[in-house]
């Protein structure tokens, strides 16, 4: 299949609506990440996002609306959730609520539960106005790698398997939309993200985090999300992270870096700017600054996908702070690294 990657004027949005109608998948920019859409209502085009993303059928799909008027057609609204719409439609926060039978259980894996989200990209808006359906989307990267932030990633990764991208530019938030359970009270965090934790405690009280978002979780406790099953936004060189006093982070990732680059592979380290010269000539990609969690989040996914580009084996780097946006950065980066982190201590060794 031919992969064509058009700039979103409203010609080519009026195409993409149309290949979406005839039954067909679309690659489209949100303000998180680049999602591959396709007509909620029809099973057959949801199967080609599956198929084109080679995603696991046990992880449910986002349906994407344009109006909150669509909600009640959809899923069932408890008296939290129409608060919460209120305050973050449209925007990068997704509801999970019960679902009404009209969703095909493709889109939700057999759950009876569905995740519903408004866009705030204009263009994201358009799209789905034009098709005039609700729009399923999951992240349009291979299911496993970085989600994509670009029109460029989309092809990367897809292309010859879909037959349209439409190209928006660099998605302005860069990681993807706070994914909360609304069906329970307080309402649970199963995926942190562009929506923070903050801002949702003080509309609706303290909400909280489902376990396996920081940790990985323990043999036992029934899986909070089926996402959390597979495996996230994984570079093919391996990831180690680190923390503990910024000395001994420092020191640690020095002693590694150094190990494996004498052992011959090509080695990397994440790092705060302020902190890049400490590493001498050591090969250093910036994080953007500690005190700005929204640059390191917009820049995230772009430096992990260079590391496969560079073929970069062995990555290193300290963890983020956890305010605001950071602890969707977190996430991702524990995620990315398989769990796989060094604590160095906070004393200075
Ligand atoms: O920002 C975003 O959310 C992007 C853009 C395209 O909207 N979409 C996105 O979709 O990240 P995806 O499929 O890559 O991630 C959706 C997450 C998965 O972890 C999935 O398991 C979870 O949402 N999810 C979907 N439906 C669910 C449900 N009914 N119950 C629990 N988790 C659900
Ligand atoms: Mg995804």
Do not use: W
Not at 251 to 263: F, G, L, R
């Amino acid at each position: 299949m031919n992969t064509i990657c058009l700039p979103a004027t409203t010609h080519a949005i009026r195409e993409a609506a149309l290949l979406i109608q005839s039954g067909e998948i679309v690659a489209f920019p949100t303000e998180t990440v680049y999602g591959l859409g396709a007509d909620t209502f029809n099973p057959d085009a949801i199967a080609k996002i599956f198929n084109a993303k080679q995603r696991p059928q046990d992880n449910p799909l986002i349906v994407h609306i344009a109006d909150p008027c669509d909600i009640s057609h959809l899923c069932y609204m408890e008296h939290t959730a129409k608060t919460l719409i209120e305050f973050f439609f449209p925007g990068p926060l997704t509801l999970v609520m019960r679902k009404k039978d009209i969703i095909p259980d493709i889109i939700t894996a057999g759950l009876d539960s569905v995740a519903i989200r408004m866009p705030s990209h204009p263009i994201a808006h358009a799209f789905i106005k034009t098709t005039g359906v609700p729009i399923a989307a999951p992240s349009a990267n291979r299911s496993g790698k970085p989600s994509p932030t670009t029109a460029a990633h989309v092809i990367t990764d897809l292309s010859g398997r879909i037959p349209m991208v439409l190209d928006g530019g660099e998605c302005i938030i860069g990681i993807e939309s706070t994914v909360l359970d609304v069906r329970v009270n307080p309402p649970v965090i199963l995926r942190p993200g562009g929506v923070t934790k903050e801002s949702l405690d003080a509309v609706v009280g303290s909400v909280r985090l489902s376990p396996g978002i920081m940790n990985p979780l323990e043999g036992g406790i029934p899986l909070p999300s089926p996402g959390m099953r597979h495996e996230h936004y994984t570079p093919n060189g391996t990831l180690t992270l680190f923390r503990g006093s910024r000395l001994n982070v420092f020191k640690a990732i020095k002693t590694e870096y150094d190990k494996t680059v004498s052992m011959g592979y090509a080695s990397a380290i994440f790092a705060f700017t302020p902190d890049i010269r400490l590493f001498g000539d050591r090969l250093v990609f910036s994080m953007g600054n500690q005190d700005a969690p929204q640059e390191t989040a917009k820049k995230l996914y772009t430096l992990l996908r260079s590391m496969d580009e560079m073929g970069i084996s062995c990555i290193y780097s300290t963890i983020p702070n956890l305010h605001d946006i950071g602890m969707g950065v977190v996430n991702r980066l524990i995620r990315a690294a398989r769990f796989n982190i060094i604590d160095t201590g906070e004393e200075v060794s």
